[in-house]
Structures are given as C-alpha cells and as structure tokens.
C-alpha cells in the first residue's frame, strides 16, 4: 500500500505487520509514521480478508484513544494523527510481550480455563501476558519468564521494575479506556496492548496501536450486540454481505470514540477569600484545578465584615444549575468556610492559608465546626472538610468532579499511576547506586 501521508519525507520501511506499515522519517528525527492498511485478520492470519476503508476506521480510533490517554498523562508513543489513514509516533523498539486486561472472562481464557463460566468478572482486572510468536500461537507467559527472558532494547534491560511498570500502567489503562465508555452504556470487556522503549527519551511507554482489534465492547453490557472484531472471527463464512456487517460494527466504534473526548458533565471551583492577601494562596489552588480540566474562579469576601455579600455571592453559584465545589481560603479565625457549609448544600472545603507565627492556634477554627441536632434523621452539624495544601484543595473537587466526569477521573487515575511509577524507578535507581 502506497502510504498516504505524502507531504512527509518517508524513509525506509522499519517493520510491516498484518494491519499496518511503519516507515522512518528523516525529517522527523525519532519519529515513525504508522500507516494501516485495510485489512482484517483472524487466528494469527490463518483468516485475512480484505475490507475497504478499515484503515481510515483503526487510524481514527487509534488516534481519539491515544489523544485520550496522552491528555489524562499516560506516557504514549503517540504524536499525531497525520492524514486518514496514518499517525506519527515516537520511535519505539517494541517488547514483544501482548499485555490483556480482563474485567469479564469470555474468548481464549475460558479455554484455558475451563470451569470458569463466560461473565465471570474480575475485581481487580485481570491481567495477562503473551510472548508475541506467531509459528506458536502467541503462547501464555508469566512474569518470571519475561524477566529471564533478559530483553534489552534501546539500552534499557527488561527486569522487574519494568515488567511492574508495565503491569501497573495496563491496568490503568484498562480502567481509564473502561470508565470513557460507560457514558455510552458500553461495556469493555477486554483490552490488548503493547509497550516500546523510546529510543530518544528510553522510556517505556504504550505504543503500536489501539483500535477495534484490540478489546471487546458490549453495548448494554451484551454480548449479542458486539461491536468489535470478535464478531468477525465468530464468521462461519466469510461473504461479502458478513464484511460489510462487521465494517458497519467498526464504524459504529470510530463514530462513538470521538466521544470519549468529550464529556457531558460540568463542574466549577469557586474560590472565596477572606482577603486579596491571600491571593498567592488562592493562585495555586487555580493552577492545580486547571491541571484537572476543572474551570476555577476567585473572588473575594468576608464571612466577618460583609456576610451578606457572602451569602448573595454563594446564591449566584447556586442559581445557573453548574455543579460548584467551594474552597474557602481564610487566616486567623476562619468564619468563611463554616459560614459557607451552613448555608449551602454544595460541597465547602476548607483550605486556611496559615502564617508561620499563629498556624498552629488559627487551624482549629477551620477543624472545631459546630455541631447541631438531628432533624428528620438528619445530622444539621456543618462539613467542610480541611486540608493545608492548596493542590490538596484542587484534588480533593477532582474528585468529587470525577464521579461523573471520566475525563477528570483519568486524570486523577493517571497521576496515581505517574507516582507509584516514579517511585518504584527512584527504588531501582538508589538500589543501583548502593550496588
């Protein structure tokens, strides 16, 4: 197939599978264009037919998912969608491990498994390995046999620490691509991926593709409207009427994975402080709400000197309908966040901005709220949760926000992620230095 992307300067051919192309760019140092093809395979080709605009469909899904992932902070190798049909990636040797994540047992595990019946579900997700060996169907691995296996590439040995990352960061994937779909009542059932080692930055990070090869989807959580490509290895003939059933079920996945960049929940930060002098405080708390996606607005006022100012600001949040986290910022004795909780069914959050020289005695008027008596079964105490950290703050509307918001949760998911990953590489790091 002649690769359509051809504004760009292509180099020579670096690998060639059963859906796609990989081709160098030397005006792109580091860079690959991966271009697919439209072609459908089943049983490690053993079935293959061709099916006419499949690569414009993989390349859009690929494209929506890796963005998806990219912005949530998973390290990909992704960059760019180039034309229809190909992306631009970073240069990846590629660990020839098949990384599964299962929340419902279906497909090849129940053969290996037998006496685990279809819809079995995991918790956590399960996570399987297979060493990429086409002559021996892709055989099961473990762990331990990833690590004697010794793979090095791009300079980087493959050991535990890495095998760890790689397990930890499917799961996450797995759950971040999970919680996108379920907005559209669609179920993910499985998903298969693969790792490289950046050649510039010798990084691990997820990389080949993701399209509708490479999981199950249940609409409704049912298996008998099947959208991915398992309902074109359950064929018993291939026709061109069956082709174009099975093109009508990828279609259906590449119109809707443009979705799971969007999300239909809204959600604020409302940040009330005692004083301009807390602006610096207040600046922080914004900062780190816009590394959530999350819209935060500061304003000032005095649960103290002007409660009714106070009280008419929280009516006007209250009055357009967009879900609100409120975070009171207020030193010395904070008045503004009780204030605020005994007024408003919104969540308050205090977050004191507290001076060196009465910290220690100011911080107890944000955490000794006053109490109350129970109306209709109802505790009318007042619950503004306190927390010193203004990033803390940020996280703490994040979360809230990302009940319904699965753009806000993937961020959250991510960073989870990126801390352990960064420990666990500091661990390796000083355990080599002390070698």
């Excluded at 760019?25 to 439209?38: A, E, T």
């Excluded at 072609?39 to 859009?60: F, H, P, Y």
């Excluded at 082709?243 to 809707?256: C, D, G, I, P, Y």
């Amino acid at each position: 197939m002649a690769p359509a992307a051809s504004d760009l300067k292509l180099g020579k051919k670096v690998n060639e599978g059963k859906t796609k192309e990989v081709y160098e760019l030397p005006d792109i140092p580091g860079c690959v264009l991966m271009q697919s093809k439209d072609q459908i395979t089943a049983g490690n080709a053993a079935r293959k037919d061709r099916m006419e605009g499949k690569a414009a469909i993989s390349n859009t899904t690929t494209s929506c998912v890796f963005q998806l992932l990219q912005e949530a902070g998973i390290k990909t190798a992704f960059v760019r969608k180039q034309s229809d049909t190909a992306f631009i990636a970073a240069h990846c040797e590629m660990i020839p491990i098949e990384w599964v994540c299962r929340r419902i047992a279906t497909g090849s595990f129940l053969k290996r498994n037998p006496g685990v019946k279809e819809g079995y579900k995991f918790y956590p997700p399960k996570i399987e390995m297979f060493y990429k060996d086409d002559a021996n169907n892709d055989p099961q691995w473990s762990e331990e046999q990833i690590i004697e296996a010794k793979f090095c590439f791009a300079g980087l040995t493959i050991g535990q620490t890495e095998v760890d990352i790689m397990s930890r960061s499917t799961q996450a994937i797995f759950e971040i691509l999970e919680k996108a779909w379920q907005p559209q009542n669609c179920t993910l059932v499985d998903l298969k991926i693969e790792f490289g080692v950046n050649v510039l930055t010798k990084e691990i990070v997820l990389a080949d593709v993701i399209d509708n090869d490479s999981w199950r989807l249940w609409p409704a959580g049912d298996r008998s409207q099947q959208k991915d490509k398992q309902s074109y290895r359950d064929l018993k003939e291939v026709t061109p009427e069956a082709l174009q059933m099975v093109k009508r079920n990828f279609e259906w996945v590449s119109e809707r994975v443009e979705l799971l960049l969007k999300s239909k929940s809204q959600g604020r930060v409302v940040v009330l402080m005692g004083s301009s002098s807390d602006l610096s405080h207040c600046e922080k708390i914004k900062k780190a709400c816009a590394a959530f996606g999350i819209p935060c607005e500061l304003r000032v006022t005095s649960a103290h000197k002007g409660p009714d100012e106070t009280l008419r600001i929280k009516a006007e949040y209250e009055g357009d309908g967009i879900p609100t986290v409120f975070v009171a910022v207020a030193g010395r004795s904070n008045g503004l966040g009780p204030v605020m909780s005994g007024n408003t069914a919104y969540p308050v959050v205090n977050c004191p901005p507290l001076s060196a020289d009465w910290g220690t005695q100011d911080v107890w008027s944000s955490l000794r709220l006053p109490s109350g008596k129970k109306i209709f079964n109802l505790c009318s105490c007042l619950s503004c949760p306190t927390t010193l950290s203004p990033e803390g703050a940020a996280q703490f509307a994040a979360q809230i926000f990302g009940l319904n918001n699965h753009l806000v949760w993937a961020k959250l998911r991510s960073n989870m992620l990126n801390t352990w990953i960064s420990l666990k590489q500091a661990d390796k790091k000083l355990r080599e230095c002390s070698l």
